[in-house]
């Protein structure tokens, strides 16, 4: 069965430092992956996903993941934190039945120092 | 202009009343979904629909009922609400290239 994996449900990190989340997934198949932000009280907000082609790809607010099949992993990163990213991040897979649905991991929380 | 919108987007009600919450997406998507996030945030899905037809019924009571009118409307009816339906419901549609999009959430209150 598919299957996502946020090993960090906490993170810290000081305004300004580099940011790393971590996801790995099971999955038989070339896998759609995402990654979804949810601030305070508001709904989920996508990212950026990779479905094919170039391994490292780009999304909005300046995150950027890389897609690694022997490492089974889709990790998020973003080169300088400001104090707006503090948030709740989710990575996603795509079922494997044409329903589309998602296979969440249990999100991290994303805490930013001043 | 909201492409996946619900509500309400609070609603605190006493157990075993009746609520609904309605969703509408003007994205042109044919499939849409319910997704629950419980109070430790994980996110699982409940229903979907592709046109109006229910596609996904995941293991939910059967209190929950889900109802589609047309492709772009999927309304949540909940019976009998119990304290352990107090969460965070995200209603969602997909485009045919396979991305999902979420509404701003519900977030129901029982007491």
């Known amino acids: 069965a598919q299957s996502v994996t946020q090993p960090d449900i906490h993170i810290t990190v000081s305004e300004g430092a580099s940011l790393e989340l971590r996801c790995n997934y099971s999955?038989?198949?070339?896998?759609?992956l995402f990654w979804y932000v949810q601030s305070p009280g508001q709904g989920l907000q996508l990212l950026l996903k990779?479905?094919?082609?170039?391994?490292l790809v780009q999304g909005i607010k300046g995150f950027e993941a890389e897609f690694k099949r022997s490492q089974s992993s889709f990790n998020l990163r973003k080169p300088s934190v400001h104090w707006s990213d503090a948030a709740e991040y989710f990575c996603?897979?795509?079922?494997?039945?044409?329903?589309?649905?998602?296979?969440f991991g249990q999100g991290t929380t994303l805490q930013v120092k001043p | 202009d909201t492409a996946v919108s619900q509500t309400p987007k609070y609603l605190v009600t006493q157990m075993g009343n009746d609520k609904s919450i309605k969703c509408e997406q003007n994205?042109?998507?044919?499939?849409m979904y319910w997704y629950k996030q419980d109070s430790k945030k994980f996110l699982k899905i409940m229903f979907s629909?592709?046109?109006?037809?229910?596609?996904i019924n995941e293991t939910v009571p059967n209190r929950f009922s889900p109802k589609s009118p047309d492709k772009a409307h999927l309304n949540l009816h909940i019976n009998s609400l119990e304290l352990g339906d107090s969460a965070v419901y995200f209603c969602?549609?997909?485009?045919?290239?396979?991305?999902?999009?979420f509404g701003e959430g519900s977030w129901l209150t029982v007491v």
């Open positions: 994205l042109g998507h044919d499939t």
């Open positions: 999955y038989g198949a070339t896998p759609y």
């Open positions: 629909y592709n046109n109006k037809e229910l596609i």
């Open positions: 996603a897979v795509k079922g494997s039945s044409n329903t589309g649905k998602l296979i």
């Open positions: 969602a549609s997909r485009e045919t290239a396979d991305t999902i999009y």
């Open positions: 990779y479905f094919s082609g170039d391994t």
